[in-house]
């Protein structure tokens, strides 16, 4: 009954929710064909996040929702895919959480500029899109439209190329929703 109501698949209910940390690094994995080289750079790029596979607050889980918004955490993820899909290189802040990482750090946070091994498979990206518009090519990658400001921003840069687009597309704080 529930997935057959109208009201289920109404637009404003649609991208209501915020990826967990672990749903934003796996529907980035999977949307752009990453290959990681280094699993230590994802467990230490979660805890980044705030979500640390097997790793939860307490017995209940990760509160989840806005818990993984933040002003820094925001910040963070609008700036994370340029740099993973660019294989770039990044400073990475993790507080110590955990009691031994607290005695060994002196409970001061870590910070590790960390250069993301990874390779995406841009060929396989492009070849799925490359006939979309702006606005096709938005409703691939984000469940909910940016404010009608910044498409117009993104349709006006002329110079832009189909990858930038695509960067800059998932760079917005939109992408965070599903």
């Not at 990475?92 to 955990?98: G, K, L, Q, R, S």
């Not at 490359?130 to 984000?142: G, M, P």
Request: with cysteine; net charge neutral; aromatic share 10%.
């Amino acid at each position: 009954k529930i997935m057959t109501s109208a009201w289920f698949y109404a637009p404003e209910n649609m991208g209501c929710n915020i990826k967990s940390p672990i749903d934003f690094i796996v529907v980035l994995s999977r949307q752009f064909h990453i290959s990681h080289f280094n699993p230590g750079t994802l467990f230490q790029l979660q805890r980044a996040l705030g979500q640390q596979l097997f790793y939860p607050p307490n017995v209940a889980g990760w509160p989840g929702g806005r818990y993984f918004i933040d002003g820094s955490k925001l910040l963070f993820r609008m700036k994370l895919p340029s740099v993973i899909l660019n294989n770039g290189q990044l400073n990475v802040t993790i507080n110590p959480d955990d009691a031994d990482d607290a005695k060994n750090e002196s409970k001061q946070d870590v910070v590790l500029n960390k250069k993301f091994e990874t390779q995406t498979d841009w060929t396989k990206v492009l070849e799925a899109v490359q006939q979309l518009d702006l606005d096709k090519l938005s409703k691939v990658y984000l469940l909910k439209s940016p404010q009608p400001k910044i498409m117009n921003q993104l349709r006006d840069d002329a110079g832009t190329d189909l990858k930038e687009t695509i960067l800059k597309l998932i760079s917005l704080p939109e992408y965070s929703l599903m």
